[in-house]
C-alpha cells in the first residue's frame, strides 16, 4: 500500500481543517488506518486511528472531541477531519497503514504516508 497525505497549511486558532490520505492498491479495505503527527524536537504521537469498515474510530485524549477520522474505502482515502485547532496541533501529519486492530505504537504500523504540515498560529 503506498500512501500520499495532503491538505495541511497554515491556519488560525479555532479553524478547522481536513486532511486526506489517498492509498495506491485494491488492498485499502483490509487495513486499519491510523493517524500520527510529530512537531518539530518531539516524538511521533498517535492522533487516531479507524476500522476497516469505518465503522468506529479511536483517538488520543488530546484530539478527542475535535478531531474526526472517516474513510471512503470506494475512494480508498481515509480522512482527519480537525476542529478548533490549537497552536499545540502544529505538527506534520501522517496517515500510516496496518493490518491489526488496537495499535498506538508508530513502530508496528507498515505503511506511512509522506507526511503534510499544519500549522495553527495567529
Known amino acids: 500500500v503506498q500512501l500520499q497525505a495532503s491538505g495541511g497549511g497554515l491556519v488560525q486558532p479555532g479553524d478547522s481543517l481536513r486532511l486526506s490520505c489517498a492509498a495506491s492498491?485494491?488492498?485499502?479495505?483490509?487495513?486499519?488506518m491510523g493517524w500520527f503527527r510529530q512537531a518539530p524536537g518531539k516524538e511521533r504521537e498517535f492522533v487516531g486511528r479507524?476500522?476497516?469498515?469505518?465503522?468506529?474510530?479511536y483517538y488520543a485524549d488530546s484530539v478527542k472531541g475535535r478531531f474526526t477520522i472517516s474513510r471512503d474505502n470506494a475512494k480508498n482515502t481515509v480522512y482527519l477531519q480537525m476542529n478548533s485547532l490549537k497552536p499545540e496541533d502544529t505538527a506534520l501529519y501522517y496517515c500510516?497503514?496496518?493490518?491489526?486492530?488496537?495499535?498506538?505504537?508508530?513502530?508496528?504500523?507498515?505503511?506511512w504516508g509522506q507526511g503534510t504540515l499544519v500549522t495553527v498560529s495567529s
Open positions: 500510516a497503514a496496518v493490518r491489526t486492530w488496537g495499535l498506538t505504537d508508530p513502530k508496528r504500523y507498515n505503511y
Open positions: 479507524i476500522n476497516t469498515s469505518g465503522t468506529y474510530a
Open positions: 492498491g485494491r488492498t485499502f479495505s483490509s487495513y486499519v
